[in-house]
């Protein structure tokens, strides 16, 4: 692979590094001041609409979506450096581009999945940026861990499904812009195939018998920035019949699908998070002094800082490669190194974003930094998309495979 970035990555990234510099970083504490105003926590700060205009003014927009006719296009080589950037501001930057999770998985999805009058009513608003959605999967009466395990019930009722359930950390349901769900439950939950039990329907939020009940908080945020992580309740919630996506039984390998981009994309944005960490590591050594030295010159900051510098040069490039071989040889060609960062990379991160916290003492842990909220972000991403062990564990199968 090239490790040169294109002339298009290149021009993407000089404007995307302004934009961060210019308006993200300037807003962030500006929408934290004005939601402390809302009516309520959950509402969206007028600042955050201000800088999606001029997002989609400069053309900084669906950069994640590959599909030129919806997105900008882009391959995911392309994608990785931008996506990293906006990870120094994971509230703000993602959102800013109509670039967050889990929009983006949804989007992709229904550009290759939906028919063309679901792409009509769901996909262009998302597009657009006016309106939410979400992702309901996971459940917490079982391991979802294992999507087969998943107990929500979508019934054929003659031209309706009738969908009975209880999901939770369904993330961006808080927002009251999110319009609409993808729910993924059992058609065929007594088939022989486990894998062709499931399927996913679009079910509006408006929908009687759909219940947002509550915020489940996340190392005790509430996560308002990314319309929090609520517990739904779908109680004989009736939709029709053409709101099933794709075919009946094909939702676990549509939530596959949907998947593989979503682990490397929460990789190049975990990459942007440890940058943060490490720049404001380095301007805290350089203005702190203890025991009649700056920090700068303590040795175990030196390691600390170096360590830290070694490990994101290192993630890096296994994330570009990653995304070499998805845009070559497809996500099935990528299954290794797709499992490979999605271990590595929280882990990883996680360790340097405690020593920058560490570093800051007392204020690494308050809210005039943004390290705690890092931290949680990035502690939680060991757990979302797959918990670790089950990465662990298909890996090293196919590592055993070619010794049997």
């Known amino acids: 692979m090239d490790f040169a970035f294109d002339a298009r990555t290149e021009e993407l990234r000089a404007k995307l590094l302004a934009f961060m510099d210019d308006h993200v970083y300037p807003a962030e ?21 201000e800088l999606k205009a001029e997002a989609r003014r400069q053309g900084l927009w669906n950069l994640f979506l590959p599909d030129a006719e919806y997105g900008a296009g882009l391959t995911n080589l392309q994608y990785a450096p931008l996506a990293e950037i906006t990870g120094r501001s994971p509230h703000l930057a993602p959102t800013a581009l109509n670039c967050a999770a889990p929009d983006t998985g949804n989007m992709e999805v229904l550009a290759q999945f939906a028919d063309e009058a679901q792409r009509k009513q769901w996909l262009e608003p998302l597009l657009a940026g006016e309106i939410r959605s979400a992702f309901a999967m996971t459940e917490p009466e079982v391991a979802s861990s294992d999507a087969t ?9 003659g031209d309706d499904y009738v969908i009975t359930g209880r999901k939770w950390y369904i ?3 808080m927002n009251p812009d999110c319009k609409i769900f993808i729910v993924m439950g059992k058609t065929d939950p007594d088939g022989a195939d486990i894998r062709r039990q499931q399927s996913m329907v679009l079910v509006p939020r408006d929908t009687p018998g759909v219940t947002v009940k509550r915020a489940m908080k996340v190392f005790g945020y509430e996560d308002h920035a990314h319309g929090g992580h609520a517990e739904v309740v779908f109680d004989h919630a009736r939709v029709p019949v053409s709101n099933l996506i794709g075919e009946e039984g094909g939702g676990f390998a549509i939530a596959q699908a ?11 944005r975990l990459i942007g998070m440890a940058e943060r960490a490490i720049e404001l590591m380095c301007r805290r050594a350089v203005s702190r002094t203890a025991f009649g030295k700056e920090l700068a010159r303590q040795g175990v900051v030196h390691n600390w800082i170096a360590d830290a510098r070694v490990t994101v040069e290192s993630l890096r490039l296994l994330v570009l490669k990653t995304a070499w071989l998805m845009d070559t040889v497809g996500n099935r060609g990528a299954h290794t190194e797709i499992q490979s960062i999605k271990i590595a990379t929280p882990r990883a991160v996680v360790g340097i974003i405690d020593r920058a916290i560490q570093l800051h003492g007392a204020g690494g842990v308050s809210q005039d930094f943004p390290l705690a909220d890092l931290y949680a972000g990035a502690r939680t991403l060991m757990i979302a998309d797959g918990p670790d062990e089950v990465h662990q564990r298909s890996l090293a199968r196919r590592e055993l495979m070619k010794y049997m």
């Open 171 to 173: 993330s961006g349901a």
């Open 149 to 157: 395990n998943i107990t929500t019930h979508i019934e054929r009722d």
């Open 258 to 268: 949907r998947l593989g981009p979503g682990r490397i994309h929460h990789c190049m």
């Open 29 to 49: 504490a500006v929408a934290e001041e004005q939601r402390a105003a809302l009516a309520s926590p959950w509402d969206t700060p007028a600042v955050v609409g």
